[in-house]
């Protein structure tokens, strides 16, 4: 690789020399990838979407129970999909259900 060269995906191969271009590295190319941005180290679906980006926090839910129930449903999805083990997705559900997504402001 040329040094002086962009490597948006940090793959070691510079971003004019790279057929597969991914910049948020999570190995699902640009061209396909239903949620850029995702952050470093995420497990994603085969559309490159991490579950904090299917069920966004500030996402105006209903109440912390509408929340928790997608968090929920993407994490078996995970789980069918082989992404997530049990264990994975358990832990998942329990971060999600300790948080303050969805919960009204006083």
Known sequence: ???????????GIGDVC??????DGDDVTDGEDYCPGTPSGETVDANGCAIIQLCVCDNNWKNHGAYLKCVAHAAEDFVEASLLTDVEKDGVVSEAAQSTC???TK
Not at 18 to 23: L, R
């Open 1 to 11: 690789m040329n040094p002086d060269q962009a490597d948006s995906d940090s793959d």
């Open 18 to 23: 790279d057929n597969y271009n991914d910049a």
């Open 102 to 104: 969805g919960q009204k």
